[in-house]
């Protein structure tokens, strides 16, 4: 039976199966297989997905993020911060580094245990799109900061059933084909924020999600007047930090930052 050194890493409370590939181990056709099995939380390791390092010719390594369903995501904020981590903690890059993701390159600087992303300019974005819910009609704001997130703001984050609402917003035709992840943000104080977030991909609501709160943060500064830099408390119960210029109707040099450890290492019986 073959063994696949692993690190299980947890940011924010978004929980990830780290695997070093960059000498193939696993065949990149046998990596949507794997992290169904490795991220299964009674059969497995368990976690929201799989991060796998990979060789890059542009940057110092490249990350490509399995979700626990199969699919693959063009990027995840907390998981990029594991993989710095990780990178930094295991000898693949420096303090500083750059690692190459589907959303393009990824610019990272680590302080301890603190990472700083520089995030993908984001794009697409839509303003005031109403959408027919089952609690009646909602205005929705889109922006893709890696992945595309839906930003709902509402009154009371706490009392929504997220999964059945998150669901919802997430195969929503007005998303279609590729559906969209679904954030749902409290306006809690001075450029601060409660969000709860449902995950494509994962398929529920998730304790944490760096792009998503970083979707939360912009859609505040957009509509809602916020400035840089804004506190986005999480259902973990971590609180990241958003930095962003604002010019005009776009945004550009964007910053996610906030902590990731590791949990503990394993070789997993594939």
Same mark, same amino acid.
């Given at each position: 039976?073959?063994?696949?050194?692993?690190?299980?890493?947890?940011?924010?409370?978004?929980?990830?199966?780290?695997?070093?590939?960059?000498?193939?181990?696993?065949?990149?056709?046998?990596?949507?297989?794997?992290?169904?099995?490795?991220?299964?939380?009674?059969?497995?390791?368990?976690?929201?997905?799989?991060?796998?390092?990979?060789?890059?010719?542009?940057?110092?390594?490249?990350?490509?993020?399995?979700?626990?369903?199969?699919?693959?995501?063009?990027?995840?904020?907390?998981? /990029?911060?594991?993989?710095?981590?990780? /990178?930094?903690?295991?000898?693949?890059?420096?303090?500083?580094?750059?690692?190459?993701?589907?959303?393009?390159?990824?610019?990272?600087?680590?302080?301890?245990?603190?990472?700083?992303?520089?995030?993908?300019?984001?794009?697409?974005?839509?303003?005031?799109?109403?959408?027919?819910?089952?609690?009646?009609?909602?205005?929705?704001?889109?922006?893709?900061?890696?992945?595309?997130? +839906?930003?709902?703001?509402?009154?009371?984050?706490?009392?929504?059933?997220?999964?059945?609402?998150?669901?919802?917003?997430?195969?929503?035709?007005?998303?279609?084909?590729?559906?969209?992840?679904?954030?749902?943000?409290?306006?809690?104080?001075?450029?601060?924020?409660?969000?709860?977030?449902?995950?494509?991909?994962?398929?529920?609501?998730?304790?944490?999600?760096?792009?998503?709160?970083?979707?939360?943060?912009?859609?505040?500064?957009?509509?809602?007047?916020?400035?840089?830099?804004?506190?986005?408390?999480?259902?973990?119960?971590?609180?990241?930090?958003?930095?962003?210029?604002?010019?005009?109707?776009?945004?550009?040099?964007?910053?996610?930052?906030?902590? +990731?450890?590791?949990?503990?290492?394993?070789?997993?019986?594939?």
């Amino acid at each position: 039976m073959k063994e696949i050194t692993f690190v299980k890493m947890v940011a924010s409370g978004n929980d990830f199966v780290v695997i070093d590939n960059r000498r193939k181990a696993v065949p990149g056709a046998g990596l949507r297989d794997l992290a169904k099995r490795v991220c299964c939380r009674h059969y497995g390791v368990g976690g929201d997905g799989l991060l796998v390092i990979e060789k890059s010719r542009r940057a110092d390594f490249r990350m490509r993020i399995i979700n626990s369903d199969g699919s693959e995501a063009e990027m995840c904020g907390n998981g /990029a911060r594991c993989v710095a981590l990780f /990178a930094r903690e295991n000898g693949i890059a420096g303090k500083k580094m750059k690692f190459e993701t589907l959303a393009g390159v990824i610019e990272a600087g680590i302080s301890g245990k603190n990472i700083r992303l520089r995030m993908s300019d984001p794009k697409d974005q839509k303003l005031d799109i109403n959408l027919d819910l089952s609690v009646g009609a909602s205005i929705v704001n889109f922006v893709n900061t890696g992945v595309p997130h +839906a930003v709902i703001f509402v009154d009371k984050a706490g009392e929504l059933d997220i999964n059945r609402l998150g669901k919802e917003v997430r195969y929503h035709s007005a998303f279609a084909p590729k559906g969209t992840n679904a954030d749902f943000v409290e306006l809690a104080g001075a450029n601060t924020l409660k969000v709860r977030t449902y995950e494509r991909g994962v398929e529920g609501e998730t304790l944490a999600c760096g792009t998503g709160v970083t979707a939360s943060a912009l859609m505040a500064a957009a509509v809602k007047g916020f400035k840089s830099p804004v506190t986005c408390m999480t259902k973990s119960g971590d609180s990241l930090k958003i930095y962003f210029r604002k010019e005009g109707s776009s945004f550009t040099g964007v910053y996610l930052e906030g902590g +990731a450890r590791t949990v503990f290492c394993g070789k997993y019986n594939k």
